[in-house]
């Protein structure tokens, strides 16, 4: 990030608080700092102390003269080579889905035409909102790009998500911004499925299995980082949006194949998603009482849909390469190569979820990608590093293709 110069908004929330540590580390990786706080940013951190730690004028109002003569609204962005809003309040992207200018920090955004980077932080409730998630749409769907927010404790004492990214997890996507990584998945789209699904029983249980998600979304991530377009469809996580992605929750296997045939044309299909194979024959819209001396309700189970076979079989909507995952506890890799041709997918990334192994948790997996030449077994790493590899793989498929 040497020389690079990062423009960081930052307005009303409490973790404006986090602004000033993340000053200091996004200077330490050699990055210029200039910063634009709201009035509403104001009431939580201070001019003097942003100051202090980017050595340089913070920038508020938009009508001081002498700003206005010295820098000009306009500048502000035009010297920046990012413009980061951290925390970004429900207020402020509100503000920038719906165009306004009624202050500097949202005029110079509505006057940029730099990379904007949004970091939200709220109340869980203010993030659950449907004009928020709204405003975050539209925001995706004009190219903002978006750390975080997480899943936590709040400063208001609830738990949920909303929760901002911490400063390291900032500056990291700083530096993926900058990183000159080649992006050889440019103009490439990438539908990827991850996490379990919930089957309801009742509006109060459910079906669900040991999926933690934590494969796929780590896929999408390395897919994204690569210049990927990237939709990740996921069942219910406590994982994180990965950065970059255009994230969709769903929760049912059959809400998972809507969101992702919604999402075609795609080049990419990745499901390693832990989709469960049966939800029950009917859910009543009402909870299933326990009655005294009566025996417990009878589940009855019907068939989901196969969302990869279903993309391995969309005719013109296929996408090039279908890759699905096999989750074996026996025969790992004869299942995994039966499966690939019972499905019509291209490849089949197999591994072994026997609870001994840890794997449906873990951070670590070891798996066996079956393709039309053959099989290879990988050494046992990091489900990130799997994702690493798989996606390089990915990449070189395409580009051996052009
Ligand atoms: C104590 C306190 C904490 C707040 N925390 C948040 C927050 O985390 N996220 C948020 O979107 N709004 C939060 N708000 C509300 C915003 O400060 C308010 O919407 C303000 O108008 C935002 O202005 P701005 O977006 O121009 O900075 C908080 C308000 C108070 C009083």
């Not at 730099?114 to 749409?137: D, F, G, L, S």
């Not at 769907?141 to 909303?162: I, L, N, Q, S």
Request: charged share 20%; net charge negative.
């Amino acid at each position: 990030m040497q020389g690079k110069r990062v423009l960081l908004i930052v307005s009303g929330g409490i973790a404006a608080i986090k602004i000033p540590e993340t000053i200091r580390r996004i200077r330490e990786q050699g990055a210029a700092v200039r910063c634009v706080l709201t009035e509403g940013g104001a009431q939580f951190v201070t001019p003097l102390s942003l100051s202090a730690l980017s050595e340089d004028k913070v920038y508020t109002d938009i009508f001081s003269l002498t700003d206005e003569h010295e820098m000009g609204h306009i500048n502000l962005s035009r010297d920046a080579d990012v413009l980061m809003v951290a925390p970004a309040s429900a207020d402020i992207m509100a503000k920038m889905a719906a165009g306004m200018a009624s202050d500097l920090a949202t005029t110079v955004l509505l006057a940029t035409d730099k990379p904007v980077i949004c970091a939200p932080a709220m109340n869980v409730r203010m993030w659950e909102h449907p004009a928020t998630q709204a405003n975050i749409q539209t925001l995706k769907a004009r190219g903002v790009t978006f750390v975080g927010p997480e899943e936590g404790d709040m400063a208001c004492g609830e738990y949920g998500m909303g929760r901002t990214s911490e400063p390291a997890e900032l500056v990291a996507a700083l530096r993926d911004f900058f990183s000159d990584v080649p992006k050889p998945l440019e103009g490439r789209h990438a539908v990827v499925t991850s996490g379990p699904t919930h089957e309801p029983i009742d509006p109060v249980r459910y079906i669900a299995n040991r999926s933690s998600g934590k494969q796929g979304h780590a896929i999408a991530a390395a897919l994204a980082k690569l210049g990927c377009r990237t939709t990740l469809v996921t069942g219910p996580t406590v994982l994180p949006d990965p950065a970059g992605c255009d994230v969709i929750h769903i929760e049912s296997a059959r809400d998972m194949l809507a969101a992702v045939e919604k999402a075609l044309p795609a080049d990419i299909a990745v499901c390693a998603a832990a989709v469960a194979d049966w939800r029950t024959a009917d859910a009543p819209g009402q909870k299933i009482k326990k009655q005294p001396d009566s025996a417990p309700p009878a589940l009855s189970m019907v068939e989901n849909p196969d969302i990869l076979a279903t993309l391995s079989a969309a005719g013109n909507k296929r996408p090039t390469l279908v890759i699905g995952f096999a989750a074996e506890t026996d025969d790992v890799i004869a299942n995994a190569r039966s499966k690939r041709d019972r499905k019509g997918c291209d490849w089949i990334v197999a591994n072994d979820v026997s609870p001994a192994t840890g794997t449906f948790a873990g951070d670590d997996n070891t798996v066996h990608l079956i393709t039309g030449d053959g099989e290879e077994t990988w050494p046992r790493m990091s489900k990130a590093d799997v994702a690493t590899q798989l996606v390089a793989r990915i990449a070189a498929t395409f580009e051996a293709a052009e």
